[in-house]
């Protein structure tokens, strides 16, 4: 399903809307907590810095610390070698959403915030598209031209199919990032016709040479049927239709068990990937909860 057509210029100033409301929550302690998470400790030192919450306390250079009398830390030379890649899935269930926001723009969103981190923090940002097959590859660049780019790609890049895989398009990816990496999967994670193990295998194969997290997008009315009488509803990848009565009490409670039956489903494919997984809700805030999720995975370091 491709996105809604728009000029260039039109689509330019919905990625700098979508930065600028992704650039007020990225404070200190969001970068931080990317910081803490995605640079490694090595042995030839590169630079100091000031300290920013979140990081290492075991990093802090005590000498410099106590002649400043403000708190620095020690960057070596691994911390400044992994990037971001953002892997995100457009698909046609991402054209979905109940809200003000569609999958696809909660992704852009997602993106922004986590990009903004990642250059503050000096990193280069990459970007994968993906519905059954790699859609677009962006190499990682670092500024912010480039990562309205990336934005912009998210927002308006048209998909060649809309059903989902994930085996070749990660596959794709690890070809195509051949340095480790930080790769984000930005996703609702519906396996598609290849199903779930097709896609624990790929998430899992990905994360054994990558430093793989999931976000796992989530919009309610994929959980529930709102009361308006008789509706057609679409398969958004398969296109087939059905008639459905939403005033049955009765069919509203089977839909609800079947979502809540493939939501369990995704979480326990993505446990057995071995990949850690965040879900965000379509009326969650994205910045404290992948902050909070950054934090977790840092406390298990």
Request: hydrophobic share 45%; proline share 4%; glycine share 6%.
């Given at each position: 399903?491709?996105?809604?057509?728009t000029?260039?210029?039109?689509m330019?100033?919905?990625?700098?809307?979508?930065?600028?409301?992704a650039?007020?929550?990225?404070t200190?302690?969001?970068?931080?907590?990317?910081?803490?998470?995605?640079?490694?400790?090595?042995?030839?030192f590169?630079?100091?810095?000031?300290?920013?919450?979140?990081?290492?306390?075991?990093?802090?250079?005590?000498?410099?610390t106590?002649?400043?009398?403000?708190?620095?830390?020690?960057?070596h030379?691994?911390?400044?070698e992994?990037?971001?890649?953002?892997?995100?899935?457009?698909?046609?269930?991402?054209?979905?959403?109940?809200?003000d926001?569609?999958?696809r723009?909660?992704?852009?969103?997602?993106?922004?915030?986590?990009?903004?981190?990642?250059?503050?923090?000096?990193?280069?940002?990459?970007?994968?598209?993906?519905?059954?097959?790699?859609?677009?590859?962006v190499?990682p660049?670092?500024?912010r031209?480039?990562?309205?780019?990336?934005?912009?790609?998210?927002?308006?890049?048209?998909?060649?199919?809309?059903?989902t895989?994930?085996?070749?398009?990660l596959?794709?990816?690890?070809?195509?990032?051949?340095?480790?990496?930080?790769?984000?999967?930005?996703?609702?994670?519906?396996?598609?016709?290849?199903?779930?193990?097709?896609?624990?295998?790929?998430?899992?194969?990905?994360?054994?040479r990558?430093?793989?997290?999931?976000?796992?997008?989530?919009?309610?009315?994929?959980r529930?049927?709102?009361?308006?009488?008789?509706?057609?509803?679409?398969?958004?990848?398969?296109?087939?239709?059905s008639?459905?009565?939403?005033?049955?009490?009765?069919?509203?409670?089977?839909?609800a068990?079947?979502?809540?039956?493939r939501?369990?489903?995704?979480?326990?494919a993505l446990?057995?990937?071995?990949?850690?997984?965040?879900?965000?809700?379509?009326?969650?805030?994205?910045?404290?909860?992948?902050?909070?999720f950054?934090?977790?995975?840092?406390?298990?370091?």
């Amino acid at each position: 399903m491709e996105p809604e057509t728009t000029s260039p210029q039109e689509m330019l100033r919905r990625a700098r809307r979508v930065e600028l409301v992704a650039s007020r929550p990225v404070t200190d302690a969001m970068v931080g907590a990317y910081l803490s998470r995605f640079k490694g400790r090595g042995t030839d030192f590169e630079e100091l810095r000031e300290y920013v919450p979140g990081d290492d306390v075991r990093s802090i250079d005590w000498n410099v610390t106590a002649r400043t009398g403000r708190p620095f830390v020690r960057l070596h030379r691994e911390e400044r070698e992994l990037g971001l890649v953002l892997a995100v899935d457009i698909s046609g269930s991402s054209a979905f959403g109940s809200s003000d926001l569609s999958v696809r723009e909660r992704a852009a969103e997602v993106a922004a915030i986590l990009g903004l981190s990642a250059l503050r923090a000096g990193d280069k940002v990459g970007l994968l598209l993906f519905s059954d097959r790699a859609e677009r590859w962006v190499p990682p660049r670092k500024g912010r031209r480039h990562l309205l780019r990336v934005v912009r790609d998210i927002l308006s890049h048209p998909a060649g199919s809309r059903r989902t895989a994930f085996a070749a398009p990660l596959r794709r990816l690890a070809r195509a990032a051949r340095r480790r990496c930080a790769v984000f999967v930005l996703s609702d994670f519906h396996p598609g016709a290849e199903g779930a193990d097709a896609m624990v295998a790929a998430l899992g194969e990905l994360g054994a040479r990558h430093d793989v997290a999931c976000v796992h997008l989530v919009d309610d009315r994929a959980r529930t049927l709102p009361d308006v009488g008789r509706v057609v509803l679409e398969d958004a990848e398969t296109g087939e239709l059905s008639e459905v009565d939403t005033g049955s009490e009765a069919v509203r409670a089977r839909y609800a068990e079947r979502a809540a039956a493939r939501l369990a489903a995704t979480e326990a494919a993505l446990l057995r990937a071995r990949v850690d997984a965040v879900r965000l809700p379509a009326d969650a805030a994205a910045a404290p909860a992948l902050a909070r999720f950054l934090e977790k995975r840092r406390r298990r370091r």
